[in-house]
């Protein structure tokens, strides 16, 4: 039960030793440590300016300060998103700080106090986060084509259950708090049987990562779990051993895109740079092999509207603690 084994432990990420990634594919995705069962991690801020001083890399010649919440676990994302922070790091000529954390809320306060500069996010968080503080959206990936993803509700091939409402009494995951794919969706199906997610499920966890609750249904920790159709997908085309125990028993309607954004405040020469990179990054031979080698299309500008359905979500289950 390795996977457990990790869930428990608390883990420290510091925010000065990791010096790359990106968030492309698998944003999202994902999103208070409710459940007793997972540890909070610990983020060390030893070294770190005072969050009170707002900050502007570009007037500063200082870092550019990503961040992203950890949908996946931290190894996946540095395996993968290396020569793309390095590709943006030559573009914008500044080095570029990657910041991990563990939860959306997180996340969204940061780019809130503007102690980082770029944040790659679900989109349950970004609309979260539109109701407290003037954030921007970026840019959204296209992925096959398409701007919108899914939920999947997953279980073990071997499972009895067929449908989501077989997963009444028994065991299920999902990841952060905001998260539409990783939470919402289930808490509106579970609320659709005229239920709360405690009286359907016997026993809820939060594993904060969407590959975390992919892994926790296929070693049996949970029977089920909600996640983010495009980290599935994508670790099914890149690692295939990895969901090779899972079935797919409901698929949601089409939600907008993750976007990478910005809070609105920051230099607008930054921003205008930024968006220019991810908007051209098809156009040349590197950037294109990059997103190939991520699965996405190109980037795009995104709009508002995209995500109607999921604050029509998120305002429905605000005032849930489950």
Same mark, same amino acid.
């Given at each position: 039960m390795e996977l457990w084994t990790e869930l428990m432990k608390p883990r420290v990420i510091s925010?000065?030793? %990791? $010096? $790359?990634? #990106?968030? $492309? &594919? =698998? #944003?999202?995705a994902n999103c208070e440590e409710h459940s007793q069962k997972i540890e909070p991690v610990v983020v060390d801020f030893s070294k770190t300016t005072p969050i009170s001083a707002f900050r502007d890399s570009a007037k500063t010649g200082g870092h550019l300060r990503l961040a992203i919440a950890a949908m996946t676990s931290p190894n996946e994302t540095l395996v993968h998103y290396d020569k793309l922070v390095k590709y943006i790091s030559q573009k914008t000529n500044h080095p570029i700080k990657f910041e991990q954390y563990k939860t959306y +809320? +997180?996340?969204? !306060?940061l780019i809130e =106090?503007?102690? %980082? @500069?770029? $944040?790659f996010i679900c989109s349950g968080a970004y609309v979260e986060a539109k109701k407290k503080f003037p954030v921007e959206i970026l840019a959204v990936p296209v992925v096959r084509g398409k701007l919108t993803y899914n939920a999947y509700i997953i279980v073990h091939k071997d499972s009895p259950v067929q449908k989501f409402e077989d997963l009444r009494g028994r065991s299920f995951a999902f990841t952060d708090p905001l998260s539409n794919t990783g939470r919402s969706y289930a808490l509106k199906r579970v609320s659709q049987m005229g239920q709360t997610p405690d009286e359907f499920f016997s026993r809820l966890i939060y594993t904060h990562a969407h590959d975390y609750s992919i892994q926790a249904v296929a070693q049996g920790i949970v029977e089920g779990a909600t996640v983010h159709s495009l980290i599935f997908d994508y670790m099914k085309k890149q690692n295939p051993e990895k969901v090779k125990e899972l079935r797919i028993i409901e698929v !949601? +309607? @089409?939600?907008g895109m993750p976007p990478v954004v910005v809070h609105s405040r920051l230099d607008a020469k930054v921003k205008h740079n930024l968006r220019t990179i991810f908007l051209n990054l098809h156009k040349h031979p590197k950037g294109k092999k990059i997103l190939d080698q &991520? &699965? %996405?299309?190109?980037?795009?500008s995104g709009e508002n509207v995209d995500y109607a359905s999921i604050q029509k979500n998120l305002e429905m289950y605000a005032n849930d603690t489950y």
């Open positions: 925010v000065h030793k %990791i $010096a $790359a990634v #990106f968030f $492309a &594919l =698998l #944003f999202l +809320e +997180e996340v969204n !306060s =106090l503007m102690q %980082i @500069d770029v $944040a !949601s +309607e @089409d939600f &991520l &699965l %996405i299309d190109k980037f795009v």
